[in-house]
Structure formats: C-alpha cells, structure tokens
C-alpha cells in the first residue's frame, strides 16, 4: 500500500485564547497548501483516500487539497490522527485499510505522531525522522506480516515546483 502522509500547513500559535484543537491556518499555510496542491496536480498524484484528523489545522489542510485536486475523494476524520495517537494503533487502522484493499492512502495529521509512525514503519530511531509542515512523505508499506515500509521520498514544501517528482 502507498501511504503519503501530509503534514498540516502553518497555523496559529496556541495560547490560552485559542485550545489547540481551534488553531487555524494561517495566510502562509493556505498558500503552502495550495502550493502542494499544485505540485500533485502537475505530478499526477491524486490520492486514491484521504484521511484527516480532527483538529482544525489538518482539517482545513484536507479540504483545501480536496478542492484543488479534481477527481480526489472527499477527506474522511478520522480520531486515530488526532494528536498523540501511538504510532502502534495508526499501524493497525493502517493495517485495516490495507485488508479492505486499499492500494493508496493519504494521511492529513500532526507531528510527531507521523516522524514516529514513519520510522516504526522504516525500522529507524524517531530522532531521524522530521516532518516538516506542508510536506509529503510517500511510503511503500507492507502489513501482509510484520508492518513495514520503504521509504519513496519525502519533499518539503519549500522544495516544490510544478512538473517535478
């Protein structure tokens, strides 16, 4: 299965006024989501599945996505992306999905749920992995036994341009 997780673009800081589950995209994060959007389209990567976690920022990330992406799916929330799910219970609903057949699946979600998650799946220390805003990280992973993965690339958005992959 091809997992691409999608950290959540810039948002507010937190604070006492706002609960962190309320933090919005900032002016930067949308233009850093429609920059990746527009990096996919050129690219041809349009998910096959999109899944979000609750919270606002990702939220926002998501629909921006799906609305610059003709053809993509309709992002589904999910709680398992909330923060500070364990990397092992994102790997068994990862798990699940792939018994359902699912081939291609994109994940909107927070740090440092996703770095460890990754690096569960690569067999490497979390400290080696960061995920940046914005970024896309695509993994090709296997839950036939053991869950495992390689890793296909990893592109901050900084580093996108239109018709490169």
């Not at 299965?1 to 937190?14: D, N, S, W, Y």
């Not at 990746?36 to 599945?49: D, E, K, Y």
């Not at 926002?60 to 610059?68: E, G, H, M, P, S």
Request: charged share 20%.
């Amino acid at each position: 299965m091809l997992i691409t997780f999608l950290r959540h673009a810039t948002a507010e800081v937190g604070g006492v006024s706002t609960p962190d589950a309320d933090r919005a995209l900032i002016d930067k994060g949308e233009k850093q989501v429609k920059r990746v959007a527009a990096f996919c389209l050129a690219n041809g990567l349009i998910p096959g599945s999109i899944y979000c976690s609750p919270l606002l920022r990702a939220q926002q990330t998501a629909r921006i996505l799906n609305q610059r992406l003709p053809g993509s799916p309709a992002p589904q929330t999910v709680n398992w992306l909330a923060i500070d799910t364990s990397s092992p219970n994102i790997i068994t609903e990862l798990s699940k999905l792939a018994e359902q057949g699912l081939e291609d699946v994109w994940l909107v979600g927070h740090e440092p749920d996703f770095s460890t998650t990754i690096s569960r799946l690569l067999g490497v220390a979390p400290e080696n992995i960061v995920i940046k805003k914005a970024s896309l990280t695509r993994l090709d992973a296997d839950f036939s036994d053991q869950a495992s993965a390689k890793l296909l690339w990893s592109i901050p958005c900084a580093l996108m341009r239109q018709g490169q992959a």
